[in-house]
């Protein structure tokens, strides 16, 4: 349901609200903290018309209300809230209505809140059984497993059908891993170590010495 609400009157409603001295465009907006549009139909419009004088006043209500056009024939009010609602109140409705019998038929229907009057002042009756039960299956359907979970769930359950019968399990393909990390030796770590070298760079030359005569130790006498 979205704002403004739309609550379609029918006639035994406005006159008991009328009675009551209840001004529904202030009372309903208030009770179902929200801004609302009380409605009517062509049927109860006429409906109110035909039955004269003894209800002048919730006609006169009815007059100053929204109306919507309705293709009923028999110009039955009861009928043509019922056609109004339809089957799942996709116009979503709330019904004001004091006919026990309309609030029966109503409860049939899933997601219809339902409205009186009760010594004086706006009642909304419980949820019907129909809209717990079509609440409690949004829910479920809420919760249930999404349709990808549900194909997995199939492909699973063909799984294990296959082992019951007595066929291998098909396995899943893997995929080849790439291989991180060198593929051989480094060449650089198997160089051999060059020979040590001088300050200059030059590799060292080892010192030879010269040997020295005999004569060149005693000298020569003349």
Excluded at 186 to 200: H, I, S, T
């Amino acid at each position: 349901f979205h704002r403004p609400y739309r609550v379609l009157c029918d006639g035994n409603f406005l006159q008991a609200a009328l009675d009551f001295k209840l001004f529904l465009k202030e009372e309903l907006p208030k009770y179902l903290q929200g801004p609302c549009i009380p409605v009517v139909t062509n049927c109860i419009r006429a409906e109110l018309r035909l039955i004269g004088d003894e209800v002048s006043g919730a006609s006169l209500i009815a007059k100053r209300f929204q109306c919507l056009r309705c293709s009923c024939e028999n110009g039955s009010a009861r009928e043509c809230i019922v056609n109004m609602v339809g089957e799942k109140n996709s116009q979503h409705f709330f019904v004001a209505t004091q006919d026990a019998a309309l609030r029966t038929q109503m409860s049939s229907v899933s997601g219809v809140p339902l409205l009186r009057v009760v010594r004086g002042q706006l009642v909304l009756d419980p949820p019907s059984e129909a809209s717990r039960t079509a609440y409690r299956k949004h829910e479920k359907d809420k919760t249930g497993p999404t349709p990808q979970q549900q194909e997995a769930l199939e492909r699973k359950r063909k799984e294990l059908d296959g082992e019951d019968s007595g066929k291998p399990p098909q396995e899943p393909e893997q995929k080849k891993k790439r291989r991180v990390g060198p593929k051989g030796v480094n060449p650089l770590a198997m160089k051999k170590p060059k020979r040590a070298v001088g300050v200059l760079g030059a590799p060292k030359k080892k010192r030879q010495h010269r040997k020295r005569g005999k004569g060149a130790e005693t000298g020569v006498l003349g």
